[in-house]
């Protein structure tokens, strides 16, 4: 596990692993001298599963760094072995990652580099040499690992672990070149000096930030413990997009701010229903909801002044697909009523126009020996969200029709689970609907329906569904009444 991450106070270096150096590696290693028995792996990882996995803003992380850190580092080798065996034995299907994790049924080879990596990067951390890049390098391999294997809770603990070496390094970044009046005549040369070490910044934090969505999704409390700045309004209305990267991180920042926020009013409004918003949480609501169209605005000022390749374009409609959804999602998180939603047709008519785009740019139906999953959250959770929020019938069952086309699994999220789910909410809250239109009634309507995390192992899990009308209802024992239902894969 991450826990023992700990940055040595004293020994705490981050020149070792500059920018100069990094400049002279090779997109593609050719040799893997020396690796013993897991050369086999590595050779997967690097001809199977680093397609797979690699996307436009993190093709440098899994073809470039990854790769060139394994020759030096331990740690990252033996996670790199683990992580291409792992890719050649799994199908991607979260019932068969389970159905292994849940049995105790793994095997040796994964647990030996695992737990060599682990021991590798301990050892690491108390030499002089070490630099917090080896240390995140690893923690994201070992991320991706729990990932593919469906283990949520230690993916999580790494991930936020991970996290919290970043707010470190960055804290410390400040101390150490805050100018002062001592130090002002050679605050260009340290400035300069410092320029060099840019992977954290460009490379890993960000795919850190944009993998901190799922956790939040997950309901894990990161901002109780992690540094997630609270939204700009100025911020994002001076932003302007230069490049495609840019604007995935800044909708990356947006989107975990946004989960918060639509998290934090939805526990307000649960736990304490009987009371209407201060004004202080509707300024909040408001003032999200002008960055997301503020940080929009930039997006389509972007799209008209530069030509985009056509992968450029489906970057920036998996962009769109999250937009509608948390804009959506923010402006109706704050009341039970689901009538709200109704109002967004358009919008979730977006989300499934874009998705379409990409589900139609990727070839689906051909067999690859890697698994098919892919590291980023993508589409799924955005089609659930359509499926189950946008209560036009024909809608919510295109989005069912773009979950059966059985996209690659996404981190923890399985298209087929979400089918599963998506049809039961449909079928609930569509037992009475209006004789006018054929929407559900609100009555009917569902105010929440969550997966549960688990899964047994021959692909049983439970799901929670709360309807709008019942939410204030208590079981004898004070807990929420909820309906709950069994499923199996």
């Not at 993998?211 to 894990?220: D, K, N, Q």
């Not at 918003?277 to 530069?306: D, G, K, N, V, Y």
Request: glycine fraction near 4%; aromatic fraction near 10%; charged fraction near 20%.
């Amino acid at each position: 596990q991450c826990d023992g991450y700990e940055i040595p106070t004293e020994e705490y270096q981050i020149q070792v692993w500059s920018s100069d150096k990094l400049g002279s590696l090779q997109n593609t290693v050719s040799t893997y001298s020396g690796f013993g028995n897991g050369v086999r792996y590595l050779e997967f990882y690097h001809h199977c599963a680093r397609p797979s996995l690699a996307s436009h803003f993190d093709n440098d992380f899994w073809s470039r760094i990854a790769l060139q850190l394994a020759h030096s580092e331990p740690s990252v080798r033996h996670a790199l072995i683990a992580l291409g065996y792992l890719h050649s034995t799994e199908t991607g299907s979260l019932r068969h990652a389970r159905s292994r994790f849940a049995g105790q049924r793994e095997s040796g080879v994964l647990l030996y580099h695992y737990n060599k990596s682990v021991r590798s990067l301990v050892d690491r951390i108390g030499e002089s040499s070490y630099s917090p890049e080896i240390g995140l390098v690893t923690c994201l391999l070992f991320v991706c690992m729990e990932f593919l294997r469906g283990n949520y809770h230690t993916a999580f603990q790494h991930l936020t672990n991970g996290y919290k070496i970043i707010t470190e390094y960055q804290e410390k970044k400040q101390l150490t070149f805050a100018p002062s009046p001592q130090s002002m005549t050679s605050q260009t040369s340290s400035a300069s000096s410092f320029s060099l070490n840019t992977m954290i910044e460009d490379e890993l934090r960000p795919i850190f930030v944009r993998a901190m969505a799922s956790a939040l999704l997950y309901g894990v409390e990161a901002d109780a413990s992690l540094e997630i700045p609270e939204p700009s309004l100025q911020h994002y209305k001076q932003l302007r997009i230069e490049n495609i990267r840019e604007a995935q991180l800044s909708a990356f920042e947006l989107r975990n701010q946004s989960i918060i926020l639509i998290r934090n009013l939805s526990r307000r409004i649960f736990h304490e229903h009987d009371k209407p918003l201060i004004p202080e949480e509707i300024e909040q609501q408001q003032q999200m909801l002008q960055c997301q169209q503020a940080w929009f605005a930039s997006l389509q000022e972007f799209r008209q002044t530069i030509r985009l390749s056509r992968n450029e374009e489906l970057a920036v409609s998996a962009l769109i697909t999250h937009y509608y959804a948390t804009h959506i999602w923010a402006a109706c998180a704050h009341e039970f009523r689901q009538t709200p939603f109704d109002d967004h047709l358009a919008g979730f008519q977006d989300i499934i126009k874009h998705a379409g785009l990409i589900l139609d740019s990727q070839d689906l139906h051909t067999s690859q020996p890697a698994a098919r999953f892919t590291f980023e959250i993508s589409l799924i959770p955005v089609i659930y969200f359509v499926a189950t929020r946008c209560r036009c019938p024909a809608t919510r069952r295109e989005a069912v029709k773009l979950l059966e086309r059985k996209p690659p699994r996404e981190g923890l999220f399985d298209a087929e689970q979400h089918v599963v789910v998506t049809k039961r909410v449909i079928e609930i809250e569509e037992e009475e609907v209006d004789p006018i239109t054929g929407w559900p009634v609100e009555r009917t309507r569902l105010w929440s329906s969550v997966i549960d995390a688990n899964m047994d192992r021959n692909g049983g899990f439970w799901a929670y569904f709360m309807p709008s009308s019942s939410a204030f209802q208590k079981t004898p024992d004070g807990k929420p009444r909820l309906r709950q239902e069994f499923f199996i894969l």
